[in-house]
């Protein structure tokens, strides 16, 4: 599969919400609900103080943060300070305000409706906010609130259905509809990009390869789309997980590279799987995601002893989890990989989210 469709083609793919002029103004509330919630937790618990500068790991410390969630409360800080919330007093940071800000978790309902979410969504987010100091001393993890609170695991996806990760999965599927030969999913997780290629297509080509880390999510695709699954780990090298070399002409990977420990050397995995001039596809948040720092970036935490999703790369030095657009371009291009195209444009309504799909092409003629 050498020839994609036209860009615009691709951009005409993508559904378009009824009130693209709603987002901006949803999203900046949702920014700003999340970051008070951070914000007056870190006050009231007395990490942050007025009289003295602490670096982030004795905020952590003050926080009483479990030590795999000290890179988050790290990145709370540096978001903080950005946004003008908090004061950065050398190589530490100082609260700005005398009282702790109001939360108003209720507007969340609206908020979230304005962005595409399923309506689990802002309940979902309002028991993270509501539970932040024990999630941040790990006492309890996102997961076990959910089902603690009668949900199920579909509704802790629910951060993964809206108008904008609807757009990219729509590109998604236009790609899988030109029939590549072989497409296998890395990371497909609840199977929202998979939904939507069988949306698209009607059914799933018979050499599409479901992947995952988890068992849990490859028997998940199994029941309920009767697909042919494997297990892959996009750390490590696919020969040794029983994957031939060049085998598969598209690859998709939606919301799942950041989670590589280095980004170059997943990128170069994925390269030994696709085969000469085959195509990679993958969605990212390209910002710090500010909205998701009180809630699912929890579950990005490493297990206590693994390493950090980016501790092997570029994100190290700041303790990101998230690679911006330039740092995807440094790395596919350390990978060997070429970028075709970023979508949405900067300027697309539904690039407002920090979210982006990353078209990248194998080398013709492997090295
Ligand atoms: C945010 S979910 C995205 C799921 C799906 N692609 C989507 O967009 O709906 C991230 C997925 O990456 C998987 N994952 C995490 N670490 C991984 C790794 N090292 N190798 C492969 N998959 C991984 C998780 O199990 C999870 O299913």
Do not use: K
């Not at 410390?61 to 946004?83: C, D, K, Q």
């Not at 509704?155 to 259905?161: E, T």
């Not at 780990?233 to 002409?249: C, L």
């Not at 970028?339 to 080398?363: M, V, W």
């Amino acid at each position: 599969m050498t020839l994609l469709p036209s860009q615009q083609r691709l951009i005409d793919a993508m559904p378009r919400p009824a009130a693209p002029e709603a987002l901006p103004a949803a999203l900046a509330r949702l920014e700003a609900i999340s970051l008070a919630a951070i914000l007056r937790v870190l006050i009231e618990q007395r990490a942050l103080v007025a009289e003295t500068g602490r670096d982030a790991a004795a905020v952590a410390a003050a926080l009483g943060a479990a030590p795999r969630h000290a890179w988050l409360i790290g990145r709370w800080l540096a978001v903080l300070a950005a946004r003008g919330l908090i004061v950065r007093d050398g190589a530490g940071y100082r609260r700005a305000a005398e009282t702790a800000p109001e939360v108003a978790t209720e507007a969340l309902d609206a908020v979230y409706a304005a962005l595409g979410f399923p309506p689990g969504m802002a309940g979902l987010h309002r028991l993270a906010l509501g539970h932040l100091v024990d999630l941040a001393r790990d006492r309890t993890g996102l997961p076990e609130l959910v089902f603690r609170n009668g949900g199920d695991l579909a509704d802790l996806g629910a951060y993964q259905r809206n108008h904008f990760t609807a757009a990219l999965n729509a590109i998604c599927a236009e790609l899988v509809a030109l029939r590549p030969r072989r497409v296998v999913e890395l990371g497909a997780g609840l199977g929202h990009t998979t939904e939507a290629v069988r949306a698209r297509l009607g059914a799933l080509p018979p050499d599409y390869l479901f992947t995952d880390v988890s068992r849990l999510f490859t028997l998940a695709a199994e029941r309920r789309h009767g697909v042919d699954t494997a297990l892959l780990d996009i750390d490590r090298d696919p020969r040794e997980q029983g994957r031939a070399p060049g085998s598969a002409a598209l690859v998709l990977a939606t919301n799942v590279l950041h989670n590589a420990v280095d980004a170059v050397r997943a990128l170069t995995h994925i390269r030994t799987l696709l085969a000469p001039g085959g195509w990679l596809v993958f969605s990212e948040s390209v910002d710090d995601s500010a909205a998701t720092l009180g809630a699912m970036q929890f579950l990005l935490s490493p297990a206590p002893g693994a390493p950090r999703p980016g501790s092997g790369d570029e994100r190290a030095r700041e303790g990101r989890v998230f690679l911006d657009t330039a740092g995807w371009r440094r790395a596919l291009e350390g990978a060997g990989l070429a970028i075709h195209s970023i979508l949405p444009d900067e300027d697309d309504p539904l690039a407002l989210a920090g979210q982006r799909l990353f078209i990248a092409q194998a080398p013709e003629e492997s090295a």
